[in-house]
């Protein structure tokens, strides 16, 4: 591999995939920028404050096609690199994220296996009461198979590794609060739910490859967890500040 595991690396995403050899990853998880910045005059939550959901250039398209592209370009790296039946679970926009799915196995690229959603036990209100609170976060979980995609067999697809921990804890919704604001970045997952999907989907010293690392919460679950990792984030301070969290957690990578 001309790549060193343990490691963040401060680029592009696909520049990161691209050192990575042939089905050598044990698990995927990307949460991709959702392309709202431009459309979206929502609100989030940071800690008791709330922000205007306009996370910057990274988010930003000016055509949805623009966006889907790009997501399928990645999304065949990733293929490439994902051993043979290895899970993903991608974020998407709610709005998008049922389309994106659908476009991934249409393509041949992926097959689809569930959607994985993280419900906010705390959404933010509705100040203007003119709609619902919007109170999930949808991700999919996909596969990295070659079977002929029809119904019947997709049934048949099963990862390569899936723990099955309590029933209670494999609901396919999963619930915890948004703003816990361990980091400053803005749209930080809760790290219970990465650690959660990383202990389905992989085995200690498995190979998890953690696409826009953002607040670098996959890191730290990652190494939590005893499983090697692979990351990336194209913004400086995002990086500076993983490595600044894994420095004072005595973490060394
Ligand atoms: C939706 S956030 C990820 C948040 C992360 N899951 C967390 O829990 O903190 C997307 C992140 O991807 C980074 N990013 C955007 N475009 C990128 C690219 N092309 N390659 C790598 N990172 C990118 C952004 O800087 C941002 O931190």
Known sequence: MNIKINQIYQEDCLETLRKIDNQTVDFCIAD???????????LTKRGSNFIKGD??????WNKIEDYLDWVIKIVKEIQRVLKPLASS??????????????ELERRKILVYKSPIIWEKNNPI?????????????HGVWMINSQVNYTEDSKAIVKSKTFNFL?????????KY?????????????????????INIFTNKDDLVLDLF??????????????RNFISCEIDKKYCFAIKERLRQQKLNI
């Not at 679970?89 to 659908?102: E, K, Q, T, V």
């Not at 690392?213 to 939590?224: D, V």
Request: hydrophobic share 35%; net charge positive; proline share 5%.
């Open 32 to 42: 991709f920028p959702y392309n709202i910045s431009n459309y979206s005059n929502s």
């Open 55 to 60: 996370f910057g250039k990274w988010d930003k």
């Open 89 to 102: 679970l991608f974020f998407f926009n709610n709005r998008m994220a049922g389309w994106i799915a659908y």
């Open 125 to 137: 209100p509705n100040i203007r009461k003119s709609g619902f609170r919007s109170s999930f976060e």
């Open 166 to 174: 309590k029933q209670s804890e494999m609901k396919n919704i999963m």
């Open 177 to 197: 609060n948004i703003g816990q604001n361990i980091t400053k970045h803005p749209t930080e997952k809760p790290l219970e739910l990465i650690e959660r999907v």
């Open 213 to 226: 690392s953002g607040s670098g919460n996959a890191i730290i679950a990652s190494k939590y967890l005893q």
